[in-house]
């Protein structure tokens, strides 16, 4: 099986909120396990979480070996303060702040540091991004920081400027990358970026009830066909599901991710052989 390229360790699949309330006192160390258990019935060997704000992640890094699982965190995101990322990470308001998180992240002993550019979709608006992105000189700089500090960067970003930028001022890999454009995914090809879409976080809503089936069907399609373009532009991608996001289940998740993969590139021969690239990227580089 594939490596699990996106995941949350701490989240549940149905209720952020009793996530948090699960850990908030103390990792619990029942529900990781669990959760590792359901990746090793899986196959999975390898997982690159994207942080959190307990610990969770922190603690799963000590316990992973066990599962025979290589696992990768960032402890937790970095954000701006009062823009989105506060469900997974940290704030900051200056730059002596921002290089305070990035030494944090180095003494904690996390493996890279996750940043966040955007807001995410709303999936009751195709096209929307919630709340407001980080601007160029913003995205230039946090990047800059933290590769002189000797970490790769993992960007949650949606929006065609704010990847279009992130690729350009060379960050690692995009996550989600919603609502792209040729821009944006040349700038991705001529950066070597990988790019994590994260597919099923919109997939697996269809047929949910949780918010209006057309707009959840329109947003799939337009994602759909920006990995069908990026595949084309030479972009490399690797699978992650964003597991412990609703109906996107730890273990599960990059099964569902694989399979909505072959239905988007069902033309593609080489499909596994591409996947397969991307993966090693992303373990090389993280």
């Known amino acids: 099986m594939f490596g699990e390229c ?9 209720d952020y909120a009793k996530a948090v309330e699960d850990h908030e006192d103390g990792v619990c160390r029942e529900l990781v396990r669990a959760a590792f258990l359901e990746y090793q019935k899986h196959g999975v060997t390898f997982l690159r979480d994207g942080g959190d704000r307990l610990g969770v ?4 890094k000590t316990a992973a070996p066990e599962y025979g699982i290589t696992y990768r965190t960032p402890l937790f995101a970095i954000h701006r303060n009062h823009r989105y990322g506060g469900i997974v990470g940290r704030g900051f ?19 890279f540091i996750k940043v966040m550019f955007s807001g995410i979709m709303d999936f009751e608006k195709p096209g929307v991004i919630t709340g407001t992105p980080l601007g160029e000189a913003e995205i230039k700089e946090m990047i800059r920081i933290a590769h002189e500090s000797g970490f790769a960067v993992m960007a949650h970003v949606n929006g065609a400027r704010q990847v279009e930028a992130a690729a350009r001022w060379g960050v690692d890999s995009v996550e989600h990358g919603a609502y792209q454009d040729a821009d944006s995914i040349q700038a991705m090809a001529e950066a070597g970026t990988v790019w994590v879409p994260t597919v099923v976080t919109i997939k697996n809503l269809l047929g949910s009830g949780r918010y209006p089936e057309e707009a959840v ?13 990026a595949y084309r532009a030479g972009v490399t991608m690797a699978l992650g599901s964003d597991a412990g996001a609703y109906r996107v289940f730890h273990g599960q998740g990059i099964v569902d991710e694989y399979r909505a ?16 690239r991307g993966e090693k990227r992303i373990r090389e580089v993280f």
């Open 261 to 276: 993969f072959q239905e988007i590139l069902a033309d593609v021969p080489d499909l596994d052989a591409f996947l397969e």
């Open 93 to 111: 308001d200056t730059w002596k702040e921002y290089e305070a998180l990035v030494e944090e992240v180095r003494r904690q002993g996390g493996d």
């Open 6 to 14: 996106h995941a949350h360790i701490f989240m549940n699949g149905y």
């Open 57 to 60: 992640s922190e603690w799963a």
């Open 217 to 229: 069907r329109r947003i799939y399609r337009i994602h759909a066909e920006n990995i069908r373009r």
